[in-house]
């Protein structure tokens, strides 16, 4: 009998140690798994932090290149614009009537004439405009005035040597206006 309760003993012993050692593998088991768990929560954060910056990253990109590709065409229709703008009024200007700009000649012959010293010019202009210059030139007198029916509006004077010519013609004004009046006509176009 006594061999009977120690055997009945040491089964008792050896399943509360065998029960106590599960006990302490299932909860090690449990730590185990509640830290892989944890571990992957947090690489399952990473990973879609990780993908929604590399999306946010992408977005930004593209939204840059929308942004570039909308101005560089905004930019091109400006310029075209400007371009047609210019070349329309460039061809008003040439057959723009003298009494339209009769009153500017008097200040474009001052103009035209301070370039030339004493050898001489020679101012072209639209024949109804030569008593106009001939008035406005009278401090020049090595200055003559030439009649020319196929003259742009404005002046033109040369030396009489050729060596230096002054366009004052009114499409010449414009070309030497234009970046000035292009910037000022573009700041109108974004204005609205």
Not at 88 to 96: I, M, Q, T
């Amino acid at each position: 009998m006594a061999l009977d309760v120690l055997l009945a003993r040491l089964e008792q012993e050896a399943r509360e140690e065998a029960e106590a050692i599960t006990a302490r593998a299932e909860a090690e088991a449990g730590r185990i798994l509640g830290r892989a768990e944890a571990d992957i929560k947090r690489r399952r954060v990473l990973h879609v932090e990780r993908l929604e910056a590399e999306g946010r990253a992408a977005l930004g990109r593209e939204l840059a290149a929308t942004v570039y590709a909308h101005r560089a065409r905004f930019l091109t229709a400006r310029a075209d614009a400007l371009e047609r703008v210019f070349i329309r009024a460039g061809e008003l200007l040439r057959v723009l009537p003298a009494e339209r700009y009769r009153e500017r000649i008097p200040s474009l012959a001052v103009a035209t004439l301070k370039y030339f010293d004493e050898a001489g010019a020679v101012v072209t202009c639209r024949p109804e405009l030569v008593d106009l210059v001939r008035g406005a030139v009278s401090d020049w007198p090595a200055a003559s005035i030439v009649a020319d029916p196929t003259a742009l509006p404005g002046l033109l004077g040369r030396a009489l040597d050729g060596g230096v010519e002054v366009d004052n013609t009114l499409p010449a004004l414009l070309a030497r206006q234009r970046d000035d009046l292009a910037i000022t006509m573009a700041e109108r176009i974004a204005a609205g």
